[in-house]
């Protein structure tokens, strides 16, 4: 379990790193917390020529309301106390590995390296947030709905580096679910879901048994059953397809009566 | 680096049709031991019986998952041709000598050194020795040190593990509960070769196969399988949960049929204290006990009529709670001898009942006292209880001792028996520490009185023994020193098919309580209770931590690990994301009882104690499970999954 080799590169500044990504293209890989991206190196099953590693670039360190949202810096750690500003992140973030890997691992690494089983993307695409993305450009806003493209695929462009993530903060009449079961703590899920409620208004994703955290238009009335008829999960060493389908309606009926027990309240 | 180099090396298979399955592998010609044994006469019982139960069991392959995996270093010496290997393997062990054999060399001539704690294992660095001898031909070749440290896919792809094992049982009962014949029918899977010290897993629990029963008609055939998946080998609690899941859920099935309580089934079975010491049907002689009474404590710290009263409510009200018991006994310091039942009594060769070690204590001229181990700790604690023994017996402070527990073949006081494995450091291995104390000791107060002065301090015994010999008594041996080794003086070669596989008998009760989540197969423990007697206890925070540990294996077994294999036999749970070893969090925290009922053989009377709990948590919670679910076809490990496949079915 040793990397294959490869070039280092240490930017002090977004520019540095936009200009070293844009030099590279699609050989560099940005290092960031390098908790999804050391063990993939040290297995081999990714072969960067280059590393970018933007944890000395003091400008993306910040948290920040803006506009009834979260900003988050790319080198923002999950850890971070300031996410906890968000109902949603303090629900799902303890979920993310563990108390050692949210220490070092960062909230925009986690949604650009685009695990379907990671919790923060799917919080991103439930909230309807945004990814700050720069290139040489410039900076352009991409949708959390459009980011997510598949398997730990984005519609990032080569030489383009997440700056920032979004996080929009829910109205006082809104309320907010998420719930995942998982072998043991810290896993990645075999199944999530979470859930915003507003009124008579339902919002719902789905994680971990689709290829990219997924919204779903759920029947009100059977959320769960209505999701589960929805996605085509794939049986692992774990979980059988079919148990999959029915940890959907599960977790989905869980979040949702999450999610409407705060919005009423 | 090692890793760049492999990636040149292409190597072209010819597949061959791969076996994985035990039971396939038993129908095919991948069979290559099949022996049976009766003892007393159980297809007589089993005629006479009032009801017979059949229930069948399997016990998966899980690993042990140290921190650190292996790690050698071997440097050939072309002048002496002799090797030199440092390495954290638990021996020396029987497996010194086989590593030395598959070398040609002459024992002497491979020097094995281990550190001081040879860092956690549960068993598995026993089978380092197969890279000891694989660096110590690449250094011979090469001619330089070899250096190798296993990573983690290395170290679950290809180390070693559990053996699987699929048991039929039948049991006779009488209408009233009484046990009178007991059959397995086992297939074990020791996986692509049988590997030294292999297939032991079957027969270390040989003498235990009615457990805490007096049945005495008891019958087993043993069939030894290979297949395309990792050899099995060492794994706290080695034979102990594939044998207690089988006779224990047979036990609970059977309290089922015969409308009883389980504990109550047990009881009418176990074998009574003043039975002991207690030859069992397969020659085991149990040393000492109160099966009865560690019952008691059982029920009485877990509530037993009352958490069975619960769950009952529980479950009328549509939630899936469960309580379920196993008493296992835990058998210690295993008698090598055990291994040659793998043949039949003709072919055995010399007899064998190794299980010795040895131990040093050196007093140098100014009074440090230094004890030196070769029972090469992961963790258990060995410096800190052998300083105690010796502080004891020679009337200073356990800090005043200095315990060395590095081991190297050329200097270490060692036996083929010596090394960390069954449970045997407080029975032989603390033994031995304690007979060269006393033996130290004896010397001392000779000296003293042939001084004329019964207070001489250590320094001035010490001092005369060193610095004026001829003040010491006639035909003493000058300096002070003593080397002891120390045998269980009740282990004997296997007799015919009839052996005392281990030396200390210990016994445990573990109650546990489980609620299966309905909606999602997650099974949460809620409440664990595990009762011990393992005579005398020498450090009690030691002994929990022993518990604890064991328990943290046996649950792990139960509820979260598992090693699979595809059809190809591809290894599916190949690093931590699959394989599911559960962090403290994921385990139930035990509140633990002991009784004290000392063996009359050793000489602390202290009996082993670290695997009690891996022996008994898999068929306590597997019996929970089943009483939650309201069925007997259940089989570990407990994950979400596979409960909610059984809840489908």
């Given at each position: 379990?040793?990397?294959?080799?490869?070039?280092?590169?240490?930017?002090?500044?977004?520019?540095?790193?936009?200009?070293?990504?844009?030099?590279?293209?699609?050989?560099?890989?940005?290092?960031?917390?390098?908790?999804?991206?050391?063990?993939?190196?040290?297995?081999?099953?990714?072969?960067?020529?280059?590393?970018?590693?933007?944890?000395?670039?003091?400008?993306?360190?910040?948290?920040?309301?803006?506009?009834?949202?979260?900003?988050?810096?790319?080198?923002?750690?999950?850890?971070?106390?300031?996410?906890?500003?968000?109902?949603?992140?303090?629900?799902?973030?303890?979920?993310?590995?563990?108390?050692?890997?949210?220490?070092?691992?960062?909230?925009?690494?986690?949604?650009?390296?685009?695990?379907?089983?990671?919790?923060?993307?799917?919080?991103?695409?439930?909230?309807?947030?945004?990814?700050?993305?720069?290139?040489?450009?410039?900076?352009?806003?991409?949708?959390?709905?459009?980011?997510?493209?598949?398997?730990?695929?984005?519609?990032?462009?080569?030489?383009?580096?997440?700056?920032?993530?979004?996080?929009?903060?829910?109205?006082?009449?809104?309320?907010?679910?998420?719930?995942?079961?998982?072998?043991?703590?810290?896993?990645?899920?075999?199944?999530?879901?979470?859930?915003?409620?507003?009124?008579?208004?339902?919002?719902?994703?789905?994680?971990?048994?689709?290829?990219?955290?997924?919204?779903?238009?759920?029947?009100?009335?059977?959320?769960?059953?209505?999701?589960?008829?929805?996605?085509?999960?794939?049986?692992?060493?774990?979980?059988?397809?079919?148990?999959?389908?029915?940890?959907?309606?599960?977790?989905?009926?869980?979040?949702?009566?999450?999610?409407?027990?705060?919005?009423?309240? | 680096?090692?890793?760049?180099?492999?990636?040149?090396?292409?190597?072209?298979?010819?597949?061959?049709?791969?076996?994985?399955?035990?039971?396939?592998?038993?129908?095919?010609?991948?069979?290559?031991?099949?022996?049976?044994?009766?003892?007393?006469?159980?297809?007589?019982?089993?005629?006479?019986?009032?009801?017979?139960?059949?229930?069948?069991?399997?016990?998966?392959?899980?690993?042990?998952?140290?921190?650190?995996?292996?790690?050698?270093?071997?440097?050939?010496?072309?002048?002496?041709?002799?090797?030199?290997?440092?390495?954290?393997?638990?021996?020396?062990?029987?497996?010194?000598?086989?590593?030395?054999?598959?070398?040609?060399?002459?024992?002497?001539?491979?020097?094995?050194?281990?550190?001081?704690?040879?860092?956690?294992?549960?068993?598995?660095?026993?089978?380092?020795?197969?890279?000891?001898?694989?660096?110590?031909?690449?250094?011979?070749?090469?001619?330089?040190?070899?250096?190798?440290?296993?990573?983690?896919?290395?170290?679950?792809?290809?180390?070693?593990?559990?053996?699987?094992?699929?048991?039929?049982?039948?049991?006779?009962?009488?209408?009233?509960?009484?046990?009178?014949?007991?059959?397995?029918?086992?297939?074990?899977?020791?996986?692509?070769?049988?590997?030294?010290?292999?297939?032991?897993?079957?027969?270390?629990?040989?003498?235990?196969?009615?457990?805490?029963?007096?049945?005495?008609?008891?019958?087993?055939?043993?069939?030894?399988?290979?297949?395309?998946?990792?050899?099995?080998?060492?794994?706290?609690?080695?034979?102990?949960?594939?044998?207690?899941?089988?006779?224990?859920?047979?036990?609970?099935?059977?309290?089922?049929?015969?409308?009883?309580?389980?504990?109550?089934?047990?009881?009418?079975?176990?074998?009574?204290?003043?039975?002991?010491?207690?030859?069992?049907?397969?020659?085991?002689?149990?040393?000492?006990?109160?099966?009865?009474?560690?019952?008691?404590?059982?029920?009485?710290?877990?509530?037993?009529?009352?958490?069975?009263?619960?769950?009952?409510?529980?479950?009328?009200?549509?939630?899936?709670?469960?309580?379920?018991?196993?008493?296992?006994?835990?058998?210690?310091?295993?008698?090598?001898?055990?291994?040659?039942?793998?043949?039949?009594?003709?072919?055995?060769?010399?007899?064998?009942?190794?299980?010795?070690?040895?131990?040093?204590?050196?007093?140098?001229?100014?009074?440090?006292?230094?004890?030196?181990?070769?029972?090469?700790?992961?963790?258990?604690?060995?410096?800190?209880?052998?300083?105690?023994?010796?502080?004891?017996?020679?009337?200073?402070?356990?800090?005043?001792?200095?315990?060395?527990?590095?081991?190297?073949?050329?200097?270490?006081?060692?036996?083929?028996?010596?090394?960390?494995?069954?449970?045997?450091?407080?029975?032989?291995?603390?033994?031995?520490?304690?007979?060269?104390?006393?033996?130290?000791?004896?010397?001392?107060?000779?000296?003293?009185?042939?001084?004329?002065?019964?207070?001489?301090?250590?320094?001035?015994?010490?001092?005369?023994?060193?610095?004026?010999?001829?003040?010491?008594?006639?035909?003493?041996?000058?300096?002070?020193?003593?080397?002891?080794?120390?045998?269980?003086?009740?282990?004997?070669?296997?007799?015919?098919?009839?052996?005392?596989?281990?030396?200390?008998?210990?016994?445990?009760?573990?109650?546990?309580?489980?609620?299966?989540?309905?909606?999602?197969?997650?099974?949460?423990?809620?409440?664990?209770?595990?009762?011990?007697?393992a005579g005398r206890l020498l450090n009690p925070l030691l002994a929990e931590g022993q518990v604890r540990g064991g328990l943290a294996h046996g649950a792990a077994a139960a509820l979260f690990e598992r090693l699979v294999w595809d059809d190809d036999g591809n290894l599916l749970t190949a690093s931590f994301m699959d394989y599911s070893c559960p962090t403290a969090p994921d385990l139930p925290t035990p509140r633990i009882g002991h009784r004290e009922s000392p063996s009359p053989f050793l000489p602390l009377g202290a009996k082993g104690l670290g695997e009690g709990p891996t022996m008994s948590a898999p068929a306590a919670i597997a019996n929970a499970v089943a009483d939650a679910l309201g069925r007997d076809d259940v089989d570990p490990p407990f994950t979400p999954g596979r409960v909610w496949e059984l809840l489908e079915r």
């Amino acid at each position: 379990m040793k990397p294959a080799p490869f070039r280092y590169v240490r930017a002090e500044t977004t520019d540095e790193a936009v200009d070293a990504l844009t030099r590279e293209g699609d050989d560099a890989k940005v290092l960031a917390g390098g908790q999804s991206l050391v063990p993939a190196l040290n297995m081999r099953l990714v072969r960067p020529g280059v590393l970018v590693d933007v944890n000395r670039v003091g400008e993306l360190s910040g948290v920040a309301r803006e506009n009834g949202s979260l900003a988050v810096g790319a080198t923002v750690r999950q850890a971070d106390a300031r996410l906890l500003a968000h109902p949603l992140l303090a629900e799902a973030l303890p979920h993310v590995g563990h108390v050692v890997t949210r220490n070092r691992g960062t909230v925009c690494g986690s949604v650009a390296h685009a695990d379907p089983a990671a919790e923060l993307p799917l919080c991103l695409v439930l909230l309807g947030g945004t990814v700050r993305a720069r290139g040489r450009g410039g900076t352009r806003e991409i949708s959390a709905s459009d980011f997510f493209v598949s398997h730990f695929t984005t519609a990032l462009e080569p030489g383009e580096l997440v700056v920032e993530t979004t996080w929009p903060l829910a109205q006082d009449d809104t309320g907010t679910g998420f719930c995942e079961v998982a072998q043991r703590r810290g896993d990645y899920a075999l199944c999530m879901a979470g859930a915003l409620a507003r009124g008579e208004e339902l919002r719902v994703a789905v994680g971990s048994v689709v290829d990219r955290p997924t919204l779903l238009d759920v029947d009100p009335e059977r959320p769960g059953e209505s999701a589960a008829a929805q996605v085509e999960p794939w049986g692992t060493v774990h979980a059988s397809a079919a148990y999959l389908r029915h940890l959907v309606r599960v977790v989905v009926d869980r979040a949702v009566a999450q999610a409407r027990t705060r919005a009423s309240t | 680096m090692a890793e760049d180099a492999l990636e040149l090396v292409d190597v072209e298979y010819e597949p061959l049709e791969p076996v994985v399955d035990l039971l396939a592998a038993a129908e095919g010609d991948a069979c290559v031991s099949d022996r049976s044994f009766a003892y007393g006469d159980v297809d007589a019982a089993l005629a006479a019986a009032d009801v017979v139960v059949r229930h069948r069991v399997r016990f998966h392959r899980w690993s042990c998952t140290p921190v650190e995996c292996y790690g050698v270093v071997a440097q050939w010496n072309e002048a002496e041709e002799s090797l030199t290997a440092w390495a954290n393997f638990q021996g020396p062990f029987t497996l010194h000598s086989v590593a030395a054999a598959a070398l040609g060399l002459p024992g002497a001539r491979l020097r094995l050194v281990t550190p001081p704690d040879s860092g956690g294992s549960f068993g598995i660095k026993s089978a380092v020795f197969a890279y000891v001898v694989l660096m110590g031909l690449a250094s011979r070749k090469l001619g330089v040190p070899v250096r190798w440290i296993e990573d983690r896919l290395e170290h679950l792809a290809g180390s070693s593990a559990a053996t699987g094992r699929s048991t039929q049982v039948e049991a006779g009962f009488t209408t009233d509960g009484e046990l009178v014949a007991l059959r397995y029918d086992a297939v074990e899977d020791v996986g692509a070769y049988v590997r030294a010290p292999e297939p032991a897993t079957l027969y270390r629990m040989h003498g235990s196969l009615s457990g805490g029963y007096r049945v005495r008609n008891v019958a087993a055939r043993n069939r030894v399988v290979l297949t395309n998946t990792v050899p099995s080998g060492l794994n706290r609690g080695f034979g102990g949960p594939q044998l207690y899941l089988a006779l224990e859920r047979t036990m609970d099935v059977a309290a089922g049929r015969l409308e009883l309580d389980p504990a109550e089934l047990r009881r009418r079975n176990l074998v009574r204290a003043d039975d002991f010491p207690y030859e069992t049907p397969s020659g085991a002689l149990y040393d000492s006990g109160d099966y009865e009474g560690c019952l008691d404590d059982a029920l009485a710290h877990a509530g037993w009529d009352a958490r069975r009263a619960e769950a009952t409510a529980a479950r009328a009200g549509g939630r899936l709670v469960g309580v379920g018991m196993a008493c296992v006994v835990e058998p210690s310091i295993s008698n090598m001898g055990y291994i040659t039942l793998a043949e039949p009594s003709a072919e055995r060769g010399l007899p064998k009942s190794g299980n010795a070690e040895g131990c040093t204590i050196t007093v140098s001229p100014l009074g440090g006292i230094t004890v030196t181990l070769t029972t090469t700790p992961q963790g258990q604690g060995h410096r800190t209880v052998a300083a105690q023994i010796v502080a004891d017996r020679l009337g200073v402070e356990p800090q005043d001792v200095t315990v060395l527990s590095e081991s190297d073949t050329s200097t270490s006081p060692w036996t083929v028996s010596s090394g960390n494995y069954s449970s045997r450091f407080s029975g032989v291995g603390a033994g031995a520490v304690a007979v060269a104390a006393e033996r130290l000791a004896e010397r001392m107060a000779a000296i003293r009185e042939h001084l004329g002065d019964p207070d001489a301090s250590l320094r001035r015994v010490a001092g005369t023994a060193h610095w004026n010999p001829e003040s010491l008594p006639p035909g003493m041996d000058a300096g002070l020193a003593v080397t002891a080794y120390y045998a269980a003086p009740n282990l004997l070669p296997p007799d015919g098919d009839r052996v005392a596989s281990s030396a200390a008998h210990g016994f445990v009760v573990d109650v546990a309580v489980v609620e299966v989540d309905r909606d999602t197969g997650r099974v949460s423990v809620l409440d664990y209770v595990t009762v011990h007697d393992a005579g005398r206890l020498l450090n009690p925070l030691l002994a929990e931590g022993q518990v604890r540990g064991g328990l943290a294996h046996g649950a792990a077994a139960a509820l979260f690990e598992r090693l699979v294999w595809d059809d190809d036999g591809n290894l599916l749970t190949a690093s931590f994301m699959d394989y599911s070893c559960p962090t403290a969090p994921d385990l139930p925290t035990p509140r633990i009882g002991h009784r004290e009922s000392p063996s009359p053989f050793l000489p602390l009377g202290a009996k082993g104690l670290g695997e009690g709990p891996t022996m008994s948590a898999p068929a306590a919670i597997a019996n929970a499970v089943a009483d939650a679910l309201g069925r007997d076809d259940v089989d570990p490990p407990f994950t979400p999954g596979r409960v909610w496949e059984l809840l489908e079915r």
